[in-house]
């Protein structure tokens, strides 16, 4: 098996569509050896911001010299970006053989009269089997779905569990209220294991306290028992000052754009204090070095400036109104034609509205992914909500309209997918809108 007929095999389990539940993982887990016994590793989860947080904490960890890994997904371009030890993806030779050694036991599980596996428990095996047998000192995984039931809620005791902003998504199998959807991602929380939360609202506030009472977990709360003040914004990255539990650290710089992903810091920051309470040695230099190299491809990533071209992957109302804001205070004044595209499972209507107040237009496409929402549905929404829109379907020719829409000295966001924006990202080269 090669690297192509990996990924293949890896796709092909798509077809068994998104199931909830452990027992499949437990399986695959006691097959291979139960890798995930063999990491220290820290758990995020949470609606929005988990990616961001999960590459900072990477980047700090690497920083203070550690062999991380770093499990996160959707991949934008290749599946090896899902699975990263010391920033680097994973080989896809490595990967090939990981995923042959996963065929073996889904083949055996399937003799056996067993359910078989997603795409995302197979990944996620992969990851545990990958990180444990290369040594992977500390593991950042990120949730896929929820937490209770997610995949990766497999390790009996994490370092630190982190809950990033919970918002209202995924309704059709976390719930249809925020205390239902906090239930589920505050489900990642552990015996005895500190759990550090984001600014919530505070019905999820109220449901993250509860677990952590229920579990024994000490909560710290950015916002509360730590803090950020002085937040400046600039194109050119992120500025604030961090009320941490051993004190401040003042005049922090971020490589990530937006105010928002100063809370996000705020998180990774907070995991850092009880990583260090845990035994492990990162001193304040090499916060700040991974703060300011910190990078997470696709969120408000600036690809160019004649016109300016912006990725953003929000995909609900919560992180679009987020992306809005910072559009708006980065690039205060600008109008922006959109470039969107929807999966169909979203609240499509909630994303166009909280956009529509900084549309110039809106192109809507189809992401690369058989869940889209049809572009047409997506320009209708787009219309009602006071917008001009046209139809592509064709993501390089939408996105070549949007361009020409804008002109030279406009500014154009493509948004609403991660599925979207990997494929635009790769079209373009270092320069090409300078």
Partial sequence: MDRDQAVAYLESLTRFGIRLGLERMHYLLEALGHPERRLRVVHVAGTNGKGSTCAILDSILRAAGYRAGLYTSPHLVRYEE???????PIPGGRLAELVACVREVVERAAAEGREPPTEFEAGTAIMYAYFAEEGAEVVVQETGLGGRLD?????PAPLVCVLTAIGMDHRDRLGDTLAAIAAEKAGIVKPGVPVVSAPQEPEAAQVVARAAARAGSRLI?????????????????????????SGWETDLRLGLLGRHQA???????AAVEVLRERGLTIPEEAVRAGLARARWPGRLEVLGHRPLLVLDGAHNPHGAAALRRSLEELWPGRLFVFVLGVLATKDARGIVTALAPLAAGVVATCPDSGRALAPAELARLAEEAGCPALVEPAVPVAVRRALDWAGPTGAVCVAGSLYLVGRVRPLFAPGDLT
């Fill in 263 to 269: 809370e996000n810091a705020a998180c990774a920051l």
């Fill in 82 to 88: 899902r699975i990263r030890l010391g920033g680097a």
């Fill in 221 to 245: 709360r950015v916002g509360h028992e730590v803090a950020v003040e002085g937040v400046a914004v600039s194109p050119e990255g992120t500025r604030f000052d961090y009320r941490g539990l």
């Fill in 151 to 155: 995949a990766t809620n497999v390790v």
